[in-house]
């Protein structure tokens, strides 16, 4: 089977990309169409004859300054657009009371619940490899850090792709809108084992995440109540997560 | 300086012609910028080889992943059956394509090998203001060129990092297994940052202080504009990377942590300099290339260019918004998402006078009397082929998009329609035109054809499908795209971009043949045998020492009258005095 073009969107702003994308492809589409013509007319009408001449011209300002404002428009309308859809992504980071820690290493991705006390770095966390559990239909945070190189969480699916970078905290988010399993690869050259280096989001719904929380990670060490603990807020890290990039933390 | 006095001087010394040099001051040592040019460009040349043979090999390795690449069974012996690649081999393969490539093949070819060959004879300079520290440019070239190659046979192989070398990973031996090779690839380009600034020094004294009488700086010839400015961006960036070059061996050898967070360091900051100096970089290896076309079309349209002047200014925009855009190549890196909106709206900015040259272009080639030569066929590919380069660019600059594409193999294929599709094309086409000027003989037309258009149709095959990969999400840089479930549907697109990058390499053959043949047997060479104006074509094919007799051309007009109402010719040369010197006036 062929396939030749993006991959199912499943997440939120995944339609504003693909959205964007499409207008992208259209204008770019279009414009070279029309240059691509442009030159294979002047081509065969232009090719030299014997006994014509050819016209003697050094330019034309008018055409100058047209050819030079009409890109300008569509760039300036499309640097709108996607300084729009961008901050929209990027610029803040939504409330949540999921918040998962991804840390690449070599070459393995370390997937970090905070427990049911809501708190990373205490003796409830629980951590997975190459595995993501989290629900559907709600903002998703994710603590991403890198332990010896830069590596990049890259999910096709969710239009996700944020570098992990040794020495920072970098949150990111999602929210995704479709159950399934998501394949979750690393996208920034990380050494030998780069290639092959993925893990699995396993999207859920709100139900099916609740029983895995259970299951897998609100088992507190005197095997307590694990429902009960519905953890509100976000959790707390050692520097703030209330900015959306904070700059450097940790080291 | 007396050199420069003497070489500027309108009139010949008079030991001229007297000057018997030997064979090393002649062919090794020479200060003559016509040697060094050919120097320069054989350097190219022959890197291109080992480059293109690289690119190949992980071609193959991403069709067929783990067989036996045919022919590699006595290199590759580790593996059972011997021949196969493996992934620290996979990523010294295409770290050192793309490193070659970029440092080694283009840059001396168009800055070093035509900015050299192309700026005394076309403003009408002797020689180069500084022959001798000229010289020393390329003999630091050709050491960096071996310590380069150097790397290939140290334990642990090659640097693997990839060419942009991202910190922490280049900075720990551990973290690839490379230790020598990504040593001698940070002395290498600090070798070469130290050639590109004696090479730019000397450019840009040449421009502006040892044009010919008349020679004003709108009278100079557009690809003299884009080396110019390329010389400028030359001694600007490459000091950038030098830098940041030591910064990194430093870490790797001295224990500094420059790069390294455990000692306080910022991996970011390696990505900043890098690309502080990568994208000024990525316009050093296309305005040539640029200006290149710039020449080729009115010559064989016979035309003058169209919008001299918006021409010279868009690329005099180009570099200076080529400083203020490098974030673009940063925008999922970990930077702050509020740096990555200005560097949007700069990289917006830059596609404009991108846009303005190309339609400048398409103007020249309107109403022209087109003649399909060799090198104009190359010209009009570097330009289709720039097209598409550039608006793929616009992709990445729609940041949202960019999160997709990022790392994809889109930025494979962008990058590719820009520096293969662009400069190699460029290149060629200044090859095939410059040709009779610098060795004295014609290029064969009919290999030069079966060099082009299976070139032309290979290179889309090959690099065209790789925008379908980047949208299918396929990354760059991966050993083996079958360890993905997401990408199995795609793999037949890998085997056809294999394919023809196969034909595209085999296609390369009759250039080879083409170059060498021509070299010694290819028909002489008339003064100006493209009939075209420039000044070049008024020195003996090929100009012997001092490129003109007793006395230096005087320049009258514009450099591209083509069908001019004056004369009956269709060419009216910058030399040619006429009778109603108003006329040198236009321009």
């Known amino acids: 089977m062929l396939s030749w073009w993006l991959p199912e969107n499943v997440s939120t702003y995944g339609a504003d990309i693909d959205w964007l994308f499409h207008l992208v492809y259209y204008i770019t589409a279009i414009t070279f169409v029309l240059v691509a013509v442009a030159m294979i007319w002047f081509l065969i009408a232009y090719r030299a004859k014997p006994g014509r001449r050819a016209t003697y011209t050094h330019g034309n300002t008018m055409l100058e300054i047209a050819w030079t404002v009409a890109p300008t428009v569509i760039l300036v309308v499309l640097t709108f657009l996607s300084l729009g859809a961008w901050a929209r992504i990027k610029a803040e980071v939504p409330e949540s009371d999921t918040h998962i820690r991804i840390t690449g290493k070599q070459f393995q991705w370390k997937v970090r619940y905070p427990g049911p006390d809501g708190r990373f770095d205490t003796e409830d966390d629980k951590e997975f490899l190459d595995e993501v559990h989290l629900p559907v239909g709600k903002p998703v945070v994710f603590h991403l850090g890198a332990e010896d190189v830069i590596h990049s969480l890259f999910v096709p699916s969710f239009r996700f792709k944020q570098d992990a970078v040794p020495g920072r905290e970098i949150l990111e988010w999602v929210n995704v809108t479709k159950p399934g399993k998501y394949e979750m690869p690393c996208a920034e050259l990380c050494g030998f084992g780069h290639s092959g280096m993925r893990g699995w989001v396993y999207a859920d719904t709100q139900e099916e995440y609740e029983q895995w929380l259970a299951a897998n990670v609100n088992v507190a060490a005197d095997g307590g109540s694990p429902a009960a603990s519905e953890s509100p807020g976000p959790p707390t890290t050692e520097t703030s997560p209330a900015q959306g990039n904070p700059e450097r933390s940790g080291q | 300086m007396s050199a420069t006095v003497v070489a500027h001087g309108s009139k010949a010394p008079a030991h001229a012609e007297h000057h018997e040099l030997g064979f090393v001051r002649t062919y090794l040592f020479s200060t003559d910028h016509k040697m060094i040019a050919r120097q320069f460009l054989f350097l190219g040349l022959f890197m291109m080889i080992i480059g293109g043979l690289l690119a190949l090999v992980v071609r193959w390795q991403l069709a067929w992943p783990e067989t036996p690449i045919p022919g590699l069974a006595w290199l590759l012996t580790e593996t059972t059956p011997p021949g196969i690649l493996q992934p620290p081999e996979y990523n010294m393969a295409f770290t050192m394509h793309a490193t070659i490539m970029i440092f080694f093949v283009i840059m001396p070819i168009l800055a070093g090998a035509f900015g050299n060959f192309l700026i005394p004879l ?464 236009r321009h």
């Open chain 2, 122 to 585: 076309m403003i009408g300079a002797r020689d180069m203001a500084f022959p001798f520290l000229n010289m020393l440019s390329f003999w630091v070239a050709a050491v960096s060129g071996v310590l380069m190659l150097a790397g290939f046979f140290v334990d642990g192989g090659h640097a693997a990092a990839g060419w942009t070398s991202y910190a922490p990973l280049s900075a720990v031996a551990d973290y690839t297994g490379v230790n020598w090779g990504q040593n001698l690839w940070c002395i290498s380009l600090f070798v070469l940052g130290v050639s590109s600034m004696m090479g730019a020094i000397n450019y840009i004294t040449t421009v502006i202080n040892m044009r010919a009488p008349g020679m004003t700086l709108f009278r100079m010839p557009l690809v003299i504009w884009s080396l110019f400015i390329t010389a400028i961006l030359l001694l600007l960036a490459l000091p950038v990377l030098t830098s940041a070059a030591a910064m990194l061996l430093f870490d790797r050898t001295l224990g500094t942590h420059w790069f390294l967070p455990s000692g306080g360091g910022e991996p970011l900051l390696w990505q900043h300099l890098f690309w502080f100096f990568g994208h000024p970089e990525v316009y050093i290896l296309i305005l040539p290339a640029m200006g290149i076309a710039s020449e080729i079309l009115p010559v064989f349209a016979r035309k003058p260019v169209f919008g001299y002047h918006a021409m010279a200014f868009s690329m005099i925009g180009i570099a200076f918004l080529s400083w203020i855009v490098y974030g673009h190549h940063m925008f999922v890196s970990g930077m702050n998402p509020a740096l990555g909106m200005a560097f949007t709206v700069s990289t917006m900015i830059i596609a404009v006078p991108s846009a303005i040259k190309t339609f400048n272009w398409l103007g020249t080639l309107w109403g022209g009397q087109i003649r399909f030569t060799v090198p104009m066929l190359n010209g009009l590919a570097f330009v289709s082929m720039f097209v598409i380069g550039g608006l793929s660019g616009i992709f990445m600059a729609a940041t949202p998009v960019d999160i997709f594409i990022q790392d994809t193999y889109f930025i494979v294929a962008h990058i590719h329609y820009v520096v293969f599709g662009g400069s190699i094309f460029g290149a060629f086409a200044a090859i095939y035109y410059w040709f009779p000027k610098m060795f004295g003989r014609m290029m064969n037309t009919a290999l030069g054809h079966l060099h082009f258009w299976p070139t032309f149709i290979f290179f889309n095959l090959t690099f065209f499908p790789m925008h379908i990969l980047g949208i299918g999400g396929h990354m760059r840089r991966i050993y083996n795209p079958l360890q993905y479930d997401f990408l199995q549907g795609l793999q037949h697109w890998n085997v056809l971009i294999t394919v023809s990058a196969l034909l595209l390499g085999v296609a390369q053959i009759p250039f080879v043949i083409n170059f060498f043949w021509s070299l010694f047997a290819g028909q002489r060479a008339p003064e100006n045998p493209w009939q075209a104006t420039t000044l070049e074509w008024t020195a003996p094919s090929p100009p012997p020492h001092l490129n003109w007799g007793a006395h230096l051309p005087t320049v009258y007009r514009g450099p591209y009258e083509y069908s001019s109402p004056e004369v009956p010719e269709d060419y009216l040369p910058q030399t040619r005095a006429l009778a109603r010197t108003a006329a040198g006036r």
